[in-house]
Nanobody
Framework: QVQLVESGGGLVQAGDSLRLSCAASRHTFSIRAMGWFRQAPGKEREFVAAIPWSGGNAVYGDSVRGRFTISKDNAKNTAYLQMSSLKPEDTAVYFC?????????????????WGQGTQVTISS
């Protein structure tokens, strides 16, 4: 079973940048794509971005497109989420996820493995 560990969350000011990392371990050969979701208090989990593991175009949620960039380092089995021009409404717990073959990446159900989440707080 794939294990995912996020890191890089924290408290920053509006307009700042932050990079999250997601390290995958165990059975990483089964990963077909990795993604990021986020969940703010009292809200549903929201799709942020996803990237195919073996190459191809990344996809983004509407609220982060143009500000966030997802990338990966296959040699390190790690995915990244570079967040720029952060806003207070970006405050949430950010979750990393991996899928063995799901195709609708904007849906939580497409992902098989999840990290524990990392808190990102943006102050105004």
């Amino acid at each position: 079973q794939v294990q995912l560990v996020e890191s890089g969350g924290g408290l920053v000011q509006a307009g700042d940048s932050l990079r999250l990392s997601c390290a995958a371990s165990r059975h990483t050969f089964s990963i077909r794509a990795m993604g990021w979701f986020r969940q703010a208090p009292g809200k549903e989990r929201e799709f942020v971005a996803a990237i195919p593991w073996s190459g191809g175009n990344a996809v983004y949620g509407d609220s982060v497109r143009g500000r966030f960039t997802i990338s990966k380092d296959n040699a390190k089995n790690t995915a990244y989420l570079q967040m720029s021009s952060l806003k207070p409404e970006d405050t949430a717990v950010y979750f990393c996820a991996a899928t063995r073959g799901g195709i609708y990446w904007y849906r939580e159900e497409s992902f098989d493995y999840w990290g524990q989440g990392t808190q990102v707080t943006i102050s105004s």
